[in-house]
């Protein structure tokens, strides 16, 4: 079974910092400006560390 994180724009305000890039271990989340973040899915170890962190649920560890 594998997994993806996945970034719900919609679900993200994108109009802060997001506080899930300094929670992720291996510095696979960039942000742009105050844009949604995005994942450099090759650094990603798929832990949820910012799947829970996010308060709007924006990111989200799926099955692929
Ligand atoms: S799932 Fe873990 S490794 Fe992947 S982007 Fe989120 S915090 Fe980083």
């Not at 679900?11 to 105050?34: D, M, T, W, Y």
């Not at 995005?38 to 099955?63: M, R, W, Y």
């Amino acid at each position: 079974m594998s997994k993806k994180l996945n970034v719900i724009k919609e679900k993200c305000p994108q109009n802060h910092k997001c506080p899930s890039v300094k929670i992720c271990p291996v510095n696979a989340l960039r942000q742009e400006g105050f844009n949604a973040p995005t994942v450099d899915h090759d650094k990603c170890i798929k832990c949820g560390k910012c799947a829970n962190f996010c308060p709007k649920k924006a990111l989200v560890l799926e099955e692929d």
